[in-house]
């Protein structure tokens, strides 16, 4: 009886927080500029946030809760219209350019193409335990644009091999040589992170913030301009963390000869390059192209997704069946088709508009740029308050963006710094993202110090995304 009283007692803690917000804003009734109608979307979007927060269903069944409320209040009208309205975000492009970023990266795990990449720069950098780092994150480098899951590429294909490197090297999470264990962990999981902001398929959630981006500022931000304004710092970043983390979390073994041989071996297990693999790689450089030269061709980005996937199938270089059976690309697919089209309806009804009017109250007399920078600064510390980036994401960016643009912040730069930042925030906690989780859960490195060396990494990072980024932006004419 206990037991039962405790489940019902925890379901109803974690539905309270949703029901405490969004019901409170139905019953406290529309502020004056705002419809019933409109705030009602506002509630049920407030609410809905609250819930990815507390938890009480995933992200999918939260939203098509969501949606399913709006629905029977009577927000979208009646008819078959009101359900055309219900489903309209899942006619937006970026939806299904997450939706085919997920069904891509399975691909390219059940190929063991990602895992041959990994597995040759680990040859051939592998000979000392700096070099395994650089190694590491060469990986993520060349891994993060076509492989456009943060999750998939951190925890299915580099995590189990950093692991295997670590134990090669002896190291035990209870025993001697935990540090240098510690020090392969944290660059697997900080360099996933700056392949997250470097690409924008480099997180599935970041195409979220074009969509924001769009709504707010009117402004295009695609896979060619996130590129454009990463590059010179993700190189930089690169380049330095493996060293940086050298000196924070500093290896007790130097030298790697054993890891190095356990990368020969698995790829000697592997044979030699198949067809399959081959045709993976050449397909997935070709969608690379094809999005970097997407000004040029005019076909966005989810239809060269979609025609990847097709290629895939076409040539049968993977099973339908096995694509079809990756849940998370379909949890993706509703639940920000869902907060697409809640979105869509915010700024159809003026919330949108009647928010920024209210912050533009609190943000008169401060300089643009100066505005443009204290938001990016409190959104990246913001991140210890929340368990997933995309949650962090959803809840707070295409606020932060509406704050900005009161303030009179340069769309472009508030919109880099912002979506920068939405990914190199991980590095401040072990419970941040998916792989982070994963690489903090081999247990080498203690909570304390992960925080410990999360904020030296945090330092880092701003000293060069916005040291050498905010003089690069400018010469873009972003500010």
């Not at 009602?40 to 992200?59: D, E, H, Y």
């Not at 690169?238 to 060293?243: A, K, V």
């Not at 592997?270 to 993976?280: E, K, L, T, Y």
């Not at 945090?458 to 995304?465: E, S």
Request: hydrophobic letters at 55%.
């Amino acid at each position: 009886m206990s037991e039962s009283w405790r489940h019902a007692g925890g379901f109803l803690g974690r539905w309270a927080p949703v029901l405490a917000v969004g019901g409170g804003m139905i019953a406290a009734g529309p502020p004056e500029g705002l419809s019933a109608n409109a705030w009602w979307f506002a509630a049920v979007f407030t609410g809905t946030i609250v819930g990815f927060l507390s938890r009480p269903l995933p992200m999918g069944p939260m939203v098509l809760v969501g949606l399913v409320t709006l629905l029977l209040a009577g927000a979208y009208g009646d008819g078959p219209k009101a359900v055309e309205g219900m489903l309209s975000g899942y006619a937006d492009a970026t939806v299904w350019l997450v939706a085919s970023a997920f069904l891509l990266s399975g691909t390219v795990v059940r190929t063991g193409f990602g895992r041959r990449i990994a597995l040759l720069l680990i040859r051939s950098l592998g000979r000392t335990t700096l070099g395994l780092g650089y190694a590491i994150a060469g990986s993520e480098l060349l891994l993060g644009p076509i492989i456009p899951s943060n999750t998939a590429r951190g925890g299915a294909v580099m995590a189990p091999i950093v692991n295997a490197l670590a134990l090669a090297l002896g190291a035990s999470p209870s025993g001697e040589r935990r540090q240098t264990g510690g020090y392969l962990m944290l660059c697997g999981a900080h360099a996933n992170l700056i392949a997250a902001a470097m690409f924008f398929t480099g997180m599935a959630a970041n195409p979220q913030l074009g969509i924001f981006a769009r709504d707010v500022f009117d402004v295009r931000w695609d896979w060619t301009t996130w590129f454009r304004g990463s590059w010179l710092m993700g190189l930089i970043s690169f380049g330095l963390l493996p060293l940086v983390l050298y000196k924070l979390h500093r290896p007790d073994v130097t030298q790697s000869p054993a890891a190095r041989q356990e990368a020969i071996d698995e790829l000697r297990e592997m044979g030699p390059w198949n067809g399959s693999q081959i045709a993976v790689g050449l397909l997935l450089v070709a969608m690379v192209v094809g999005w970097a030269l997407e000004p040029w061709h005019g076909v966005y980005s989810a239809g060269i997704a979609l025609t990847g996937i097709a290629a895939i199938l076409i040539l049968k270089l993977d099973r339908w069946q096995d694509m079809t059976g990756d849940r998370a690309a379909w949890d993706a697919l509703i639940w920000l088709g869902g907060l697409v089209g809640i979105a869509k309806y915010l700024k159809s009804e003026g919330v949108i508009d009647w928010f920024a009017d209210l912050m533009k109250e609190q943000v008169v007399g401060l300089h643009g740029v100066v505005a443009a920078i204290a938001l990016a600064l409190i959104y990246f510390f913001s991140m210890y308050a929340f368990s997933m980036l995309t949650g962090h994401i959803v809840a707070m960016g295409g606020a932060f963006f509406v704050v900005a643009q009161a303030a009179g912040s340069p769309p472009m730069l508030i919109v880099a710094m912002i979506s920068y930042f939405s990914n190199l925030c991980g590095c401040l906690t072990n419970y941040s993202t998916g792989p982070v989780v994963i690489y903090s859960g081999f247990d080498y490195v203690t909570t304390r110090r992960w925080f410990a060396v999360g904020f030296g990494v945090a330092m880092f990072h701003l000293v060069v995304w916005l040291g050498v980024g905010l003089p690069y932006w400018k010469l873009l004419g972003w500010w």
